[in-house]
Nanobody, 121 residues
């Protein structure tokens, strides 16, 4: 019903930057909050940042000041600009959306398939 497709991951040296994108498509009535989560090897998935439909953003303390989340409501896309990357930022990054289906009108949480970010030292 609602699909999220991430892109922009890859291999980067420490101190470098990456920009992740996540585009929502499908039977979408509305999208509320969108966010980025990450899961490092052997660890639980954790919130990196989220943003409401009116642009209010929230960051986990570990990434405040280095990462910036933005969204384009017209394009149904959320972005994560990651600067000053560190090896400990290595993880699979997942996009998340709180959306209402235009078919069922039910509100659910949707996840993308994840994109790998690897930061080398």
């Amino acid at each position: 019903q609602v699909q999220l497709v991430e892109s922009g991951g890859g291999l980067v040296q420490a101190g470098g930057s990456l920009r992740l994108s996540c585009a929502a498509s499908g039977s979408i009535f509305s999208i509320n909050a969108m966010g980025w989560y990450r899961q490092a090897p052997g660890k639980q998935r954790e919130l990196v940042a989220s943003i409401t439909s009116n642009g209010r953003s929230n960051y986990a303390d570990s990434w405040k000041g280095r990462f910036t989340i933005t969204r384009d409501n017209a394009e149904k896309t959320v972005y994560l600009q990651m600067n000053s990357l560190k090896p400990e930022d290595t993880a699979v990054y997942y996009c998340n959306a709180d959306a209402r289906s235009s078919i069922t009108l039910r509100r659910d949480t949707y996840w993308g398939q994840g994109t790998q970010v690897t930061v080398s030292s």
